[in-house]
T-cell receptor
Framework: NAGVTQTPKFRILKIGQSMTLQCTQD?????MYWYRQDPGMGLKLIYYSVGAGITDKGEVPNGYNVSRSTTEDFPLRLELAAPSQTSVYFC??????????????????FGPGTRLTVL | AQSVTQPDIHITVSEGASLELRCNYSYGATPYLFWYVQSPGQGLQLLLKYFSGDTLVQGIKGFEAEFKRSQSSFNLRKPSVHWSDAAEYFCAVGPMDSNYQLIWGAGTKLIIKP
């Protein structure tokens, strides 16, 4: 049971390049999340998904896209990288039996993060 | 606006000493409250959470936290720290509004002196 895995661990991009951050979980969790962590700041939610085929914006979605074609995978796409997207990115997942808004407050399981630098 | 404040960016304690990490929140009603820990090179892990009831909450790894409504605080404590407790600790709140997404503090980095 690997939990939540993220690839790559590190990446340097040039301005305007695109890339996809991969996230996979093997716990059959229905909820998945993408956060960014900037120095001296708390985690900011980028996008989240409550199940395959369903995604929604978080607090800071601009410049990012996501998809959720399977329960296991939740990739995050950066189309035109900008220096403001330099950050550490975390993927997380959680499980809710009943669903509903408060399901977001079930324990979230995090991946080890991807450190992205845009130059 | 809702916010979470962890006033200490770094805290250094000696191994075996007691620990208290502070967390204050700004919110009109009592939110759900969480502490997560991030060990070096790892993702975040839930230590404990408060939803309602007893204001003293026990968590994993010997940690506890106390909710004080009058002070809008949810401080994390441990009576005796171990070198393996060196990590970054994040407080988060879950507001009871239409967003239902966690609001995170900036984190406190705990350094353990041998």
């Amino acid at each position: 049971n690997a939990g939540v895995t993220q690839t790559p661990k590190f990446r340097i991009l040039k301005i305007g390049q695109s890339m996809t951050l991969q996230c996979t979980q093997d716990m059959n969790h229905n909820y998945m999340y993408w956060y960014r962590q900037d120095p001296g700041m708390g985690l900011k939610l980028i996008y989240y998904s409550v199940g395959a085929g369903i995604t929604d914006k978080g607090e800071v979605p601009n410049g990012y896209n996501v998809s959720r074609s399977t329960t296991e995978d939740f990739p995050l796409r950066l189309e035109l990288a900008a220096p403001s997207q330099t950050s550490v990115y975390f993927c997380a997942s959680s499980y809710s039996l009943a669903g509903g808004h408060l399901s977001s407050y079930n324990e979230q399981f995090f991946g080890p993060g991807t450190r992205l630098t845009v130059l | 606006a809702q916010s979470v404040t962890q006033p200490d960016i770094h805290i250094t304690v000696s191994e075996g000493a007691s620990l208290e990490l502070r967390c204050n929140y700004s919110y009109g009603a009592t939110p759900y409250l969480f502490w997560y820990v991030q060990s070096p090179g790892q993702g975040l892990q839930l230590l404990l959470k408060y939803f309602s009831g007893d204001t003293l909450v026990q968590g994993i790894k010997g940690f506890e936290a106390e909710f004080k409504r009058s002070q809008s605080s949810f401080n994390l404590r441990k009576p005796s720290v171990h070198w393996s407790d060196a990590a970054e600790y994040f407080c988060a709140v879950g507001p009871m509004d239409s967003n239902y997404q966690l609001i995170w503090g900036a984190g406190t980095k705990l350094i353990i002196k041998p």
